[in-house]
C-alpha cells in the first residue's frame, strides 16, 4: 500500500492567492483528517470526514478555509485567499475502523509570501 | 478532553532503554492511551497504544499505571533512528489532540 498520498509536497505562493491542497486516502479508510502543524500551535485538527461526510470542522480556522471529499478516495483543503500567517505544514491522515490508528501522509508544507 | 503532561525533551544514548514517561491525570475510564511519534520532517506515525494492561509489540513497550493516571513509553534499545517528538495522546473518540509531546534526542 503506498500509504496517504498529498501534493504538492511543497508550496510557495503569494499573499492573496488560492491555495489548494490535495490528499488521497489509504484505500478502504473511511475517515480522513486534515491537521495544520505551526511552531506556535503544535499540531491542530482542522477538519474530520467520516465517510466523505464533514463531522466535525471546529477546527477551520475561518472562512477562507474550505474542505471537501467527493469521493472516497479523495480530498481537498482550499484556502482562498491566502494569508502569511496560513504558513505552515499540512497533514492528511486516515483511518480505518473507529478507534483504529490514523495513518498519516507526508505533509504539504506552505509558504504565503 | 484529558490533559496530558510530557517533559519537554530527554537524551538518551544509543542502544540504551529510554523510559519516556506521561501524566494523563483527567483521563476517562473509555479513554485508550495512544502514542505516537513524529521523526524530522514527517508525518506523526503510530507506536502503540493501550487501555488498562500493559501492551508490547515490535516497536516499543507501554506500562500503564494501576489508576492509569500515568503511562510509560518503553523503548528498549535506542537507536539513532529513534530520536523524534513523542506524544502521548489519550483517546475516547476520533479526536487525537497533540500536546507538545517529549523531544527524544539518541547520542551515538
Known amino acids: 500500500d503506498a500509504g496517504v498520498i498529498q501534493s504538492p509536497r511543497h508550496e510557495v505562493t503569494e499573499m492573496g492567492q488560492e491555495v489548494t491542497l490535495r490528499c488521497k486516502p489509504i484505500s478502504g479508510h473511511n475517515s480522513l483528517f486534515w491537521y495544520r502543524q505551526t511552531m506556535m500551535r503544535g499540531l491542530e485538527l482542522l477538519i474530520y470526514?467520516?465517510?466523505?461526510?464533514?463531522?466535525?470542522d471546529s477546527g477551520m480556522p475561518e472562512d477562507r478555509f474550505s474542505a471537501k471529499m467527493p469521493n472516497a478516495s479523495f480530498s481537498t483543503l482550499k484556502i482562498q485567499p491566502s494569508e502569511p500567517r496560513d504558513s505552515a505544514v499540512y497533514f492528511c491522515a486516515s483511518r480505518g475502523l473507529a478507534g483504529d490508528t490514523q495513518y498519516f501522509g507526508p505533509g504539504t508544507r506552505l509558504t504565503v509570501l | 478532553d484529558a490533559k496530558t503532561t510530557q517533559p519537554n525533551s530527554m537524551e538518551s544514548n544509543e542502544e540504551e532503554p529510554v523510559h519516556l514517561p506521561c501524566n494523563h491525570s483527567?483521563?476517562?475510564?473509555?479513554?485508550?492511551i495512544h502514542w505516537y511519534r513524529q521523526l524530522p520532517s514527517q508525518g506523526p506515525e503510530y507506536v502503540i497504544h493501550?487501555?488498562?494492561s500493559n501492551v508490547n509489540n515490535r516497536m516499543a513497550s507501554l506500562a500503564i499505571a494501576e489508576d492509569r493516571k500515568s503511562s510509560t513509553l518503553i523503548l528498549h534499545r535506542a537507536t539513532l533512528r529513534d530520536a523524534a517528538v513523542y506524544y502521548c495522546?489519550?483517546?475516547?473518540?476520533?479526536?487525537?489532540?497533540f500536546g507538545s509531546g517529549t523531544r527524544l534526542l539518541v547520542r551515538p
Open positions: 495522546i489519550p483517546d475516547s473518540s476520533y479526536k487525537l489532540i
Open positions: 470526514f467520516n465517510n466523505n461526510v464533514p463531522i466535525d
Open positions: 493501550g487501555l488498562t
Open positions: 483527567t483521563i476517562s475510564g473509555t479513554d485508550y
